[in-house]
């Protein structure tokens, strides 16, 4: 008689645990939105409760099924939270740190989106209660626009989370943090708040500034002009308006806390662009096209590592 060999049925994998049974969003903007759809997507969390001083924010947030409850009150919204996620303007970080420290429930995390690290930093650790954890921490994704309904689960996907723990942070709460972000779709990197502040300086916060700037100068144009400028934008100038349409009030904030990294940067980049200017000036086609060769290069490379 042949015997009918079974094949064994392969045991299914194990769906990773919640990390935090309930997160407290303190701002349910953009980036927090889609935090929250992302930690929902990746089984992070089994409830989320979001704290926004904007009653249509609060009401959007519900209405989408980003999050499970909504309230005005800071203390209320951070109570039983095993997770609080800041993620307002930063100039608003230090009050609202001060604001929910006695009513944070002990072994809780604190983390943040800022831009800036050293001045968040500064500004919200005095706070922290002991047995609380601060891990600082700053998604490198985002979009110009603004507001609940603009979140979606994908946004991290492929994307950076730079975390800027203090030397004596827990290692198990920096560990915990950077599953988080895995799961929600991230890559993460730890560095200095210093040397953080430093590359988004250059990365981030000057490219901005630029087109402000870019655009600035366009709207001060003559009424009829600015017309033309508009209605024959090149695609230069359309990607200047999409990062110059973003929120005023964080770009403000994110100026003023890093002002030191964007000053000296900035002092860099006018000696550059003055060397631009004197190849311009002099004809010297050899240099523009060398400048251009290498800058092409990053663009590629840019590429290459999928952040494009």
Do not use: Y
């Amino acid at each position: 008689m042949s015997k009918t060999t079974m094949k064994k049925k392969k045991p299914k994998a194990k769906k990773p645990g919640v990390l935090f049974a309930r997160v407290a969003f303190i701002g349910i903007g953009h980036i927090g939105s889609s935090m929250a759809l992302a930690m929902r997507r990746g089984g992070v969390t089994g409830s989320i409760i979001a704290c926004d001083k904007s009653a249509a924010h609060r009401k959007t947030a519900l209405k989408l099924g980003i999050v499970n409850e909504a309230t005005a009150d800071a203390a209320k919204a951070v109570k039983g939270a095993d997770l609080v996620v800041i993620a307002t303007p930063i100039s608003t970080n230090g009050a609202i740190a001060k604001a929910i420290a006695p009513h944070l429930k002990p072994g809780a995390i604190i983390t943040d989106v800022g831009s800036v690290k050293q001045e968040v930093i500064k500004a919200v650790a005095p706070h922290i209660p002991k047995g609380v954890t601060f891990v600082p921490g700053h998604p490198l994704a985002g979009t110009e626009h603004s507001g609940p309904q603009a979140g979606f689960a994908e946004l991290f996907d492929g994307r950076w989370a730079v975390l800027t723990p203090l030397p004596r942070t827990p290692a198990k709460a920096v560990a915990k943090v950077e599953t988080m972000w895995k799961r929600m779709g991230a890559k993460v990197d730890t560095m200095n708040p210093a040397h953080h502040d430093r590359v988004l300086a250059i990365t981030s916060h000057l490219p901005h500034l630029c087109a402000f700037t870019v655009v600035g100068t366009a709207t001060d144009l003559a009424e009829d002009l600015k017309q033309e400028v508009i209605q024959f934008s090149a695609s230069g100038f359309r990607d200047f308006t999409r990062v110059a349409a973003s929120d005023p009030v964080m770009w403000r904030d994110i100026f003023l806390s890093n002002r030191e990294a964007v000053l000296e940067i900035l002092q860099r980049f006018t000696e550059d662009l003055a060397g631009m200017q004197k190849h311009i000036r002099r004809g010297d086609g050899a240099a523009l096209e060398k400048m251009f060769a290498r800058t092409r290069a990053i663009r590629r490379g840019i590429i290459e590592a999928k952040q494009a």
